[in-house]
T-cell receptor, first 114, second 112 residues
Framework: DAGVTQSPTHLIKTRGQQVTLRCSPK?????VSWYQQALGQGPQFIFQ???????QRGNFPDRFSGHQFPNYSSELNVNALLLGDSALYLC?????????????FGPGTRLTVT | DAKTTQPPSMDCAEGRAANLPCNHS???????VYWYRQIHSQGPQYIIH???NNETNEMASLIITEDRKSSTLILPHATLRDTAVYYC?????????????FGTGTRLQVTL
């Protein structure tokens, strides 16, 4: 059983560009959350998707948007990239209604903005 | 979610017990204590959680004080592979898969 997978593993973009990151949840999971982790910091919650809708959102600007597909996979889109968007982007999946310990994280996508 | 306070770093000799403290003095009665760890450049990994009783699993033990204002994660026989950042998180179970609020955690260095 594959766990949470993310693609790509690494990405380099230029300021002002747009980027799309992808996440496939663990089998049986229907809820996907995205986190941003800057160097030396803990992960910060961006938003969560369930039933193809954004259900919760952290303190991130509208440049950050997402999508969930009928197969529960998800995309994170970031527009007008800034240098400060350089970070590890983590995807976590779970089943709606489960306790926090049943959230599984993927290995992340390392985004570098130059 | 209640705020947690952890020391920024700790060292432990391999084979010895690693005791990682966490303060959560504003914890509410319905909030659980969770521990996750993050090995370098990987996603966080769940370790253990508890409400008010001490808990043990194959990875660690969790000791929660009687007033629930602090807890200690114990790795009984630390190995080099336990070198990681350990996060203590307090949150309520609201019936929905809500967000995890991470702090900066404790960086545990296990040495020979």
């Amino acid at each position: 059983d594959a766990g949470v997978t993310q693609s790509p593993t690494h990405l380099i973009k230029t300021r002002g560009q747009q980027v799309t990151l992808r996440c496939s949840p663990k089998s049986g999971h229907d809820t996907v959350s995205w986190y941003q982790q800057a160097l030396g910091q803990g992960p910060q919650f961006i938003f969560q998707y369930y039933e193809e809708e954004e259900r919760q959102r952290g303190n991130f600007p509208d440049r950050f948007s997402g999508h969930q597909f009928p197969n529960y996979s998800s995309e994170l889109n970031v527009n007008a990239l800034l240098l400060g968007d350089s970070a590890l982007y983590l995807c976590a999946s779970t089943e709606q209604g489960k306790l926090a310990y049943e959230q599984y994280f993927g290995p992340g996508t390392r985004l570098t903005v130059t | 979610d209640a705020k947690t306070t952890q020391p920024p770093s700790m060292d432990c000799a391999e084979g010895r017990a690693a005791n990682l403290p966490c303060n959560h003095s504003t914890i509410s009665g319905n909030e659980y204590v969770y521990w996750y760890r993050q090995i370098h450049s990987q996603g966080p990994q769940y370790i253990i959680h508890g409400l008010k009783n001490n808990e043990t699993n194959e990875m660690a033990s969790l000791i929660i004080t009687e007033d629930r204002k602090s807890s200690t994660l114990i790795l009984p026989h630390a190995t080099l592979r336990d070198t990681a950042v350990y996060y203590c998180i307090v949150r309520a179970f609201t019936g929905t898969a809500s967000k995890l609020t991470f702090g900066t955690g404790t960086r545990l260095q296990v040495t020979l």
